[in-house]
């Protein structure tokens, strides 16, 4: 029986637009796009923020959907939505959807995997961020921002 190889296209493909085209200039920026994106979600939801050179936002993708408590997350699927996207930098955000935005044990071990993967293929990771009920917390910064007042 002859086997015939598959000639293969990747592509990334736009699902929908945000009103305006927002920079990553900083945290209170990021979560002010972000959070809209969050809000009502009952599980878990990675996304990645991909950023050009000049911390544009080209693109944000969900890289994982999980239950309640946790998603599975791969480093391997944030480096490939990165690659696709051509970005340069990226900034990690996820949600919990029990409202309390502290990070976990998990959610800093993950984070210093990408960042380790991420840095093979040159691109950074400026935050991780994790939005909770009414806050949301910036492993950056280390510190839990207000979203209502932003």
């Given at each position: 029986?002859?086997?015939?190889?598959?000639?293969?296209?990747?592509?990334?493909?736009?699902?929908?637009?945000?009103?305006?085209?927002?920079t990553?200039?900083?945290?209170?920026?990021?979560?002010?796009?972000?959070?809209?994106?969050?809000?009502?979600?009952?599980?878990?939801?990675?996304?990645?923020?991909?950023?050009?050179?000049k911390?544009?936002?080209?693109?944000?993708?969900?890289?994982?959907?999980?239950?309640?408590?946790?998603?599975?997350?791969?480093?391997?699927?944030?480096?490939?939505?990165?690659?696709?996207?051509?970005?340069?930098?990226?900034?990690?955000?996820?949600?919990?959807?029990?409202?309390?935005?502290?990070?976990?044990?998990?959610?800093?071990?993950?984070?210093?995997?990408?960042?380790?993967?991420?840095?093979?293929?040159?691109?950074?990771?400026?935050?991780?961020?994790?939005?909770?009920?009414?806050?949301?917390?910036?492993?950056?910064?280390?510190?839990?921002?207000?979203?209502?007042?932003?």
């Open positions: 029986m002859k086997r015939y190889t598959p000639i293969l296209e990747i592509r990334m493909k736009k699902t929908r637009y945000l009103t305006d085209q927002p990553a200039g900083n945290v209170e920026e990021v979560i002010s796009v972000m959070k809209p994106l969050y809000d009502g979600l009952t599980v878990e939801h990675f996304k990645v923020i991909l950023l050009s050179s911390n544009n936002i080209i693109g944000i993708i969900t890289v994982a959907t999980g239950t309640i408590d946790k998603a599975a997350i791969y480093p391997r699927e944030v480096m490939k939505a990165a690659i696709l996207g051509n970005a340069t930098a990226i900034i990690l955000t996820h949600n919990h959807p029990g409202g309390d935005p502290a990070p976990s044990y998990f959610d800093r071990e993950v984070t210093e995997k990408i960042r380790e993967v991420a840095g093979i293929f040159d691109i950074k990771v400026h935050d991780h961020i994790i939005f909770g009920e009414k806050k949301a917390y910036s492993m950056t910064s280390d510190r839990i921002v207000d979203t209502l007042t932003i």
